[in-house]
T-cell receptor
Framework: ETGVTQSPTHLIKTRGQQVTLRCSSQSGHNTVSWYQQALGQGPQFIFQYYREEENGRGNFPPRFSGLQFPNYSSELNVNALELDDSALYLC?????????????FGNGTRLTVT | DQQVKQNSPSLSVQEGRISILNCDYTNSMFDYFLWYKKYPAEGPTFLISISSIKDKNEDGRFTVFLNKSAKHLSLHIVPSQPGDSAVYFCAANYFGNEKLTFGTGTRLTIIP
């Protein structure tokens, strides 16, 4: 069973730039969620994708966008990067339709914005 | 608005003793609660969960207790082992909601 994989592991960008983070879901899972974890905080929900469509969104501005592909992998795109976007970005997959299926997280992408 | 709160940022426990991690929530709609464990440079790993129809769930050394009237849950680890040293996150959800709401975490250190 292949777990959730994320790339890259680390990334440094400059304020105003754009970034794309990638995630491959665990085999058999059809739903991908993205979370942002700032230093000293718990993960915060950004959005979820199911059947290639956004299926719920947290309190994040539109410059945070995403995609899900037919193979259930996903991308998180952030435009016009700000210093406060520096965080660990976590991707999690699950099986929608399976009540209370826990999220399985990848190891995250550490984004630093300077 | 912090709907899930872990008021102890850190906890140190002697090896072999019981570790008790606490979590409080404010949203009455929450009906499903989870604990995740996180090591440095890794993503959170699911540990144990409990539905609001229960007040206790056990899995090996890990037991979660839920007190709905107090909006409080706790995770008991017994006996504590050095490999349990990690950050523990409490999370909550409700049926039909796609997002997990996490607490800020408690760093548990097991002293050999």
């Amino acid at each position: 069973e292949t777990g959730v994989t994320q790339s890259p592991t680390h990334l440094i960008k400059t304020r105003g730039q754009q970034v794309t983070l990638r995630c491959s879901s665990q085999s058999g899972h059809n739903t991908v969620s993205w979370y942002q974890q700032a230093l000293g905080q718990g993960p915060q929900f950004i959005f979820q994708y199911y059947r290639e469509e956004e299926n719920g969104r947290g309190n994040f501005p539109p410059r945070f966008s995403g995609l899900q592909f037919p193979n259930y992998s996903s991308e998180l795109n952030v435009n016009a990067l700000e210093l406060d976007d520096s965080a660990l970005y976590l991707c999690a997959s699950s099986l929608t339709g399976n009540d209370n299926s826990p999220l399985h997280f990848g190891n995250g992408t550490r984004l630093t914005v300077t | 608005d912090q709907q899930v709160k872990q008021n102890s940022p850190s906890l140190s426990v002697q090896e072999g003793r019981i570790s008790i991690l606490n979590c409080d929530y404010t949203n009455s709609m929450f009906d499903y609660f989870l604990w995740y464990k996180k090591y440095p440079a890794e993503g959170p790993t699911f540990l144990i969960s409990i539905s609001s129809i229960k007040d206790k769930n056990e899995d090996g050394r890990f037991t979660v207790f839920l007190n709905k009237s107090a909006k409080h849950l706790s995770l008991h680890i017994v006996p504590s082992q050095p490999g349990d040293s990690a950050v523990y996150f409490c999370a909550a959800n409700y049926f039909g909601n796609e997002k997990l709401t996490f607490g800020t975490g408690t760093r548990l250190t097991i002293i050999p």
